[in-house]
């Protein structure tokens, strides 16, 4: 597959459905979140210690996840080839969940707002946790346009987004944990 084609040099590229569209439209925005913060994990991956590296498979899981995300953004769901587009699988959320509660097992119980940082790969969970958010807020604005029930696959992206959110915080707090690293609890200057 050649990257450089020279087709988006006038600010329109192709979406996976076939139109051409300007760089700027909402659809690649949202998918361009969802891309941000696939490289982020890959990071965050890149900055566990050694003691986290069992978090790494985790994390690749979570990246996979986001790919169909991605094309559906990319895609306009009445064109023929949104058939080819794999459905968006409950199943990683429900994976989500049973990861937060595992870490959340192990970890002391939060007493207030915290400011995000820590070790590395804390920091970098957190920043993941900021760009999901993003990419989250991103997908409800896109779906405003759209008269009717929200379809499935969308709902499906805003489940695993809200969950995965939840992922990257509960995360950097087990890495600090894991680390050594206390966390720092917000406080009001007076």
Known sequence: MKVATGSGDGGRTSLFSGERVLKDDERLEASGDVDELNAVIGGLIAALP???????PELRTVQSDLFPIGAWLSADGSAPSAALLPPLDPEGTA???RAIGRMEAALPELR???LPG???A????HLARTVCRRAERRLVRLGRGSPGEAPAWRREALRYLNRLSDYFFVLARTLNRVAGVEETPWRREA
Do not use: K
């Open 50 to 56: 050694p003691e986290a590296a069992s978090c790494a």
């Open 95 to 97: 994976r989500l969940e």
């Open 112 to 114: 207030s707002f915290l």
């Open 118 to 120: 820590g070790c590395p």
């Open 122 to 125: 804390a920091a970098w969970a």
